[in-house]
Nanobody
Framework: QVQLGESGGGLVQAGGSLRLSCTASRRAFSMYAMGWFRQAPGKEREFVATIRWSAGITIYADSVKGRFTISRDNAKSTVYLQMNSLTPEDTSVYYC???????????????????WGQGTQVTVSS
């Protein structure tokens, strides 16, 4: 079992920044990938960003490319999502996800992840 704890959400004005953190209860070296997804009210969950833990390879959704940065701290078993130039369209509940199964999968698909955090609310005011 892996437990994921997110933090860093909140209310910010458009153009502002926030940094989300997600810490895993299991040592990070056993992770294949960790990622972020988001879900706004009345909308489907959507992929935001992911990082393959050992290789450090990152993938971003087109909607956040150039504004968001995903990174990891292996010693802390923590993944971060630095969000800059936020817009009201970024308002969502952001979920951290972890994949522990050690072989290739489509990491932009939420079904590839076997553990999820509880989510943290991000609200961007105009």
């Amino acid at each position: 079992q892996v437990q994921l704890g997110e933090s860093g959400g909140g209310l910010v004005q458009a153009g502002g920044s926030l940094r989300l953190s997600c810490t895993a209860s299991r040592r990070a070296f056993s992770m294949y990938a960790m990622g972020w997804f988001r879900q706004a009210p009345g909308k489907e969950r959507e992929f935001v960003a992911t990082i393959r833990w050992s290789a450090g390879i990152t993938i971003y959704a087109d909607s956040v490319k150039g504004r968001f940065t995903i990174s990891r701290d292996n010693a802390k078993s923590t993944v971060y999502l630095q969000m800059n130039s936020l817009t009201p369209e970024d308002t969502s509940v952001y979920y951290c996800a972890a994949r522990t199964i050690p072989y290739y999968s489509d990491l932009t698909d939420g079904r590839s992840y076997d553990y999820w955090g509880q989510g943290t609310q991000v609200t961007v005011s105009s």
